[in-house]
Nanobody, 117 residues
Framework: QVQLVESGGGLVQPGGSLRLSCAASGIIFSIYAMDWYRQAPGKQRELVAA???????IYADSVKGRFTISRDNAKNMVYLQMNSLKPEDTAVYYCNAHLKAWAHDYWGQGTQVTVSS
C-alpha cells in the first residue's frame, strides 16, 4: 500500500519560514520523481517544485530563490524548505510521487500553509 504523508504546514507571518516534509512508503522511493504541488482556494493545483530520481530540480518562477526542494533516499523523505513566505503562498501543499515507466502517480492528503499577519 502506497502512502505519502505530508507534515510541517501551519500558520506563519509574511517573511517567515516553514519546512514541509513528505514521508513515502510502499514504493521504491529512490526511482520515483517527487514533486510538491499547491492549490489555493478557487485556483487550479500548480507545480511548486520537482526533483527527479537523478536529482534534477525545477521550480515554479513564483518560488525561485525562496523555496528549496530536497530528498533523502535513505529515509524515503522529500522536503520543501520555504523561506520569505508571502500571503500568496497560502495554499494546501501536496506531495506527489510519479514514475512514468510504470504509469504510477501517487498523492498525499495535503498540508495547509497559511501566510498571514
Amino acid at each position: 500500500q502506497v502512502q505519502l504523508v505530508e507534515s510541517g504546514g501551519g500558520l506563519v507571518q509574511p517573511g517567515g519560514s516553514l519546512r514541509l516534509s513528505c514521508a513515502a512508503s510502499g514504493i521504491i522511493f529512490s526511482i520515483y520523481a517527487m514533486d510538491w504541488y499547491r492549490q489555493a482556494p478557487g485556483k487550479q493545483r500548480e507545480l511548486v517544485a520537482a526533483i527527479t530520481s537523478g536529482g534534477t530540480i525545477i521550480y515554479a518562477d513564483s518560488v525561485k530563490g525562496r523555496f528549496t526542494i530536497s530528498r533523502d533516499n535513505a529515509k524515503n523523505m522529500v522536503y520543501l524548505q520555504m523561506n520569505s513566505l508571502k500571503p500568496e503562498d497560502t495554499a494546501v501543499y501536496y506531495c506527489n510521487a510519479h514514475l512514468k515507466a510504470w504509469a504510477h502517480d501517487y498523492w498525499g492528503q495535503g498540508t495547509q500553509v497559511t501566510v498571514s499577519s
